[in-house]
């Protein structure tokens, strides 16, 4: 079974510039969720879409920050402008949702570092 | 903050040693997991515990939940070295809150010498 796919793996951009991370889950996962990681900490949700739809946006810097999951698969977070906080790992993860998302496992892509100058 | 918090923040011991992490968290659960990270990687999955379980066993690992302490303990018995990694707990946040949502703690750095 393929795992999650993120690309790119690493990006540097200067300040105000704009990024745009894609992730593709594994096949037949109804959620899908991004995160932030910085250095030193645990992951913080910034978006979780279950589908299409989006669940759960609370911590998204929405004034910067988008995400839209199109056709319910594969999904892009963009960063618009960036700024030198931004810099962290973002990690992109699916789960099976449905009636198990009480007790989902999930499975994490290999996440893009990201370096704002 | 739902967050849960690890503790140690760093463990440092000799392979074929046990290793143990605390974590403790300040809301009503469903379920608590732990994850590991190597260096530069994603996270991967360990176990998951449900709120109604006290212990659960996968291989070398043991973790064990107290809900009445808000607390759980990882295990990780005779250490290898490729068990060098952070670890962290997540918990759901209960009744009330984003079905599948996870919050994480801060990790525990685990480094294991040959």
């Known amino acids: 079974e393929a795992g999650v796919a993120q690309s790119p793996r690493y990006k540097i951009i200067e300040k105000r510039q704009s990024v745009a991370f894609w992730c593709n889950p594994i096949s037949g996962h109804a959620t899908l969720y991004w995160y932030q990681q910085i250095l030193g ?21 929405k004034d910067r920050f988008s ?10 977070l963009k960063i618009q402008p960036a700024k030198l906080e931004d810099s962290a790992v973002y990690l992109c993860a ?15 892509g290999p996440g893009t570092r990201l370096t704002v100058l | 903050s739902q967050q849960g918090e690890e503790d140690p923040q760093a463990l440092s011991i000799q392979e074929g040693e046990n290793a143990t992490m ?3 968290y300040k809301t009503s659960i469903n ?28 291989g070398r690992l043991r ?16 250490s290898r070295a490729a068990d060098t990694a952070s670890y962290f707990c997540a918990t759901d946040a209960g009744r009330g809150s ?3 949502r996870l919050y994480f703690g801060r990790g525990t750095q685990l480094t294991v010498w040959p």
């Open chain 2, 98 to 100: 984003t079905l599948g």
């Open chain 2, 63 to 78: 973790v064990t939940l107290d809900t009445s302490k808000k607390s759980s303990s990882l295990l990780i018995t005779a």
């Open chain 1, 41 to 61: 900490q645990g992951p913080k949700l910034l978006i979780q879409f279950q589908n299409n739809g989006v669940v759960d946006d609370s911590q998204l810097p």
């Open chain 1, 94 to 108: 699916s789960s099976l949702g449905g009636w198990t998302m009480w007790a989902d496992t999930q499975y994490f």
């Open chain 1, 67 to 76: 995400a839209e999951r199109l056709k319910g698969v594969d999904s892009t």
């Open chain 2, 22 to 24: 605390n974590c403790s």
């Open chain 2, 31 to 58: 379920n608590l997991q732990w994850y590991r990270q190597n260096s530069g990687r994603g996270l991967v999955h360990l176990i998951l515990i449900r709120s109604n379980e006290r212990e659960k066993h996968s």
